[in-house]
């Protein structure tokens, strides 16, 4: 192998001079011997060439003369690790196969979760196995319905690694314990949560309507000293969101409440006259039917956090103004914000709006 011999007090310097050429080899280790380091070089290049560009790199980074000779020296290659899911699966699938695979998956603490067309299912185990070994996550799963009933949830089948569905996911400092097989949780949310818990101010009175294990409340209350009401259907979600209070150190205090929103906000919000400075309504599918709810329970130039599916934000716009209207309320929309992808057409969006 083309080495360039520098002396070691040298090595790193010379080292990253090259790393910004085509001269160095990035497909060898540096050998280090004998008070002399050894860097890789392209053998494409000739050395006379060679030899001159070595020294106008390094006389245009370096006042230190650096002296330097080009030997042939044996070096151990780098063993390049597959850096994607579709690297991995090369030559144990088809082309064609991996082109139809959906390479792209969810990581919740330990596990994976992929989906894998119908016509695949027959290779579930060998495209498990690499996502475990690109990942390497202990348990990697295949998604066998979509997210379904009030409960959101949704069936999953083991297809590689260990059986086991609790997992402790960390996300921006919080601790979140779950089943991926009792409730729901999208680590794709990650950044829209800490956008959200950014507008967040202390001493704020703040519903989370549909709250799962408590991502949105624990990161907030991590920051704030607030006051949050944190409600949900699922009784798994309610049990692990108890579990995320106490696993992490919050400024702020979370009411975790069991039970269908309308009716808690029935016997408890409306009889206690409680009204909030802040609502969260993340439930894309049917949080249209909750807005209505929402906007009777916020307090004068209180926000709410508004989530549906659709192509844009006019829908979701026309929603809240009918409703304002029908309350004799007027509303300021402060920021509307695609925060992921669902379909081909559609997307997962907010509406930041304060309602007077």
């Known amino acids: ?48 060439k060679l030899k001159g560009n070595i020294e106008k790199e390094l006389k245009k980074n370096t006042k230190e003369k650096i002296h330097f000779e080009i030997v042939d020296k044996d070096l ?20 064609k196969e991996i082109e139809d695979l959906k390479t792209s998956f969810d990581i919740i603490g330990d596990t994976v979760i992929l989906e894998i067309p119908e016509d695949l299912e027959d290779q579930k185990n060998v495209i498990g196995n690499a996502a475990l070994a690109f990942t390497g ?29 609790e997992t402790i996911h960390k996300e921006h400092g919080a601790r979140l314990k779950l089943d991926v097989k009792k409730v729901y949780f ?14 967040v101010k202390d001493g704020e009175i ?47 205090k979370i009411r975790p409440i069991l039970g269908d929103i309308n009716k808690i906000a029935e016997e408890k919000f409306i009889k206690e006259n409680i009204r909030f400075d802040r609502i969260i ?3 894309p599918g049917t949080a249209k039917d909750f807005l209505e709810l929402a906007m009777s329970l916020v307090n004068n130039k ?18 809240i103004e009918k409703i304002a209207k029908k309350q004799n309320k007027s509303f300021k929309i402060l920021n509307t914000r695609k925060v992921k992808s669902s379909s081909p057409k559609e997307w997962h969006i907010v509406v930041d709006v304060q309602i007077r």
């Open 302 to 319: 209180g926000i709410i956090h508004y989530y549906e599916f659709s192509d844009g934000y006019e829908s979701a716009i026309k929603r």
């Open 137 to 165: 996550r202990k348990s990697v799963f295949m998604k066998k319905s979509a997210v379904e009933g009030v409960t959101r949830t949704r069936k999953l089948e083991l297809i590689a690694g260990e059986d086991s569905y």
């Open 281 to 283: 309504m993340n439930l």
């Open 1 to 48: 192998m083309l080495t360039i011999k520098v002396p070691l007090k040298h090595i790193e310097e010379v080292r990253e001079i090259l790393m910004e050429t085509e001269i160095i080899s990035r497909n060898y280790k540096i050998l280090t011997e004998n008070n002399f380091g050894y860097i890789p070089i392209n053998k494409e290049i000739v050395n006379v």
């Open 206 to 252: 703040i519903l989370d309507m549909f709250a799962g294990i408590g991502p949105f409340p624990i990161l907030i209350a991590k920051e704030h000293e607030v006051d949050i009401y944190a409600t949900d259907i699922n009784k798994e979600a309610i049990k692990y969101m108890k579990n995320n209070i106490e696993i992490n150190k919050l400024k702020g």
């Open 76 to 95: 151990k290659e780098v063993k390049k690790k597959p850096r994607s899911l579709t690297e991995h699966l090369k030559g144990k699938l088809t082309e």
């Open 186 to 199: 999208s680590p794709r949310l990650a950044t829209e949560r800490k956008r959200l818990a950014k507008q």
